[in-house]
T-cell receptor, first 115, second 112 residues
Framework: GAVVSQHPSRVICKSGTSVKIECRSL??????MFWYRQFPKQSLMLMAT?????????EQGVEKDKFLINHASLTLSTLTVTSAHPEDSSFYIC???????????FGQGTRLTVV | GEDVEQSLFLSVREGDSSVINCTYT??????LYWYKQEPGAGLQLLTY?????DMKQDQRLTVLLNKKDKHLSLRIADTQTGDSAIYFC????????????FGTGTQLKVEL
């Protein structure tokens, strides 16, 4: 199947700093990418949908100024957590789908810890 | 809104069958999926079923769909220790490449 690479896999940052997470589709063009957040022992919650070349669509309750999403190319989307706080500590997972839209391929996830 | 529920935990012995259940509320769901998540990792798509199907079998995996009761199940035959993971069901209105609503996840523990 198609490969989606997410980087970094783990990051620890200080409170108040910003962290960027990258999501790359390695062998296909991803017209749509999704960003999910997963708290320990809980399900994945969709944060936003990003389409290449246009603004991301955020789910209700997700602050767009705090979680900046950029999908500037067909193979790369980035999520930047700005002014991170300990409550932002979580597992962030991206997924990407191709033009055929038949399946979403998931990245390996990023464990963010804000201290 | 959409709501997808699963039991939290299932423990089985190696070699037995595992059955993981899922209920959903949105009757317009078109596609239903089962994903596997190992510790600290992303999600792996195991199988999926269209809403006009009752059953789908794929090697050790059997998916049953009761659309009337909005109930989905995943049966794993001859469960192995490598099957230990969290299993999520998910639904989509328009296909796997689009927005997915995930269930709460079931942690499967396989004991020797």
């Amino acid at each position: 199947g198609a490969v989606v690479s997410q980087h970094p896999s783990r990051v620890i940052c200080k409170s108040g700093t910003s962290v960027k997470i990258e999501c790359r589709s390695l062998d296909f063009q991803a017209t749509t990418m999704f960003w999910y957040r997963q708290f320990p022992k809980q399900s994945l919650m969709l944060m936003a949908t990003s389409n290449e070349g246009s603004k991301a669509t955020y789910e209700q309750g997700v602050e767009k100024d705090k979680f900046l999403i950029n999908h500037a190319s067909l193979t790369l989307s980035t999520l930047t957590v700005t002014s991170a706080h300990p409550e932002d500590s979580s597992f962030y997972i991206c997924s990407a789908s191709d033009r055929a839209n038949t399946e979403a391929f998931f990245g390996q996830g990023t464990r963010l810890t804000v201290v | 809104g959409e709501d997808v529920e699963q039991s939290l935990f299932l423990s089985v012995r190696e070699g037995d069958s595992s059955v993981i259940n899922c209920t959903y509320t949105d009757s317009s769901s078109t596609y239903l999926y089962w994903y596997k998540q190992e510790p600290g990792a992303g999600l792996q798509l195991l199988t999926y079923i269209f809403s006009n199907m009752d059953m789908k079998q794929d090697q050790r995996l059997t998916v049953l769909l009761n659309k009337k009761d909005k109930h989905l199940s995943l049966r794993i035959a001859d469960t192995q220790t490598g099957d230990s993971a969290i299993y999520f069901c998910a639904e989509s209105l328009t296909g796997g490449g689009n927005k997915l609503t995930f269930g709460t996840g079931t942690q499967l523990k396989v004991e020797l």
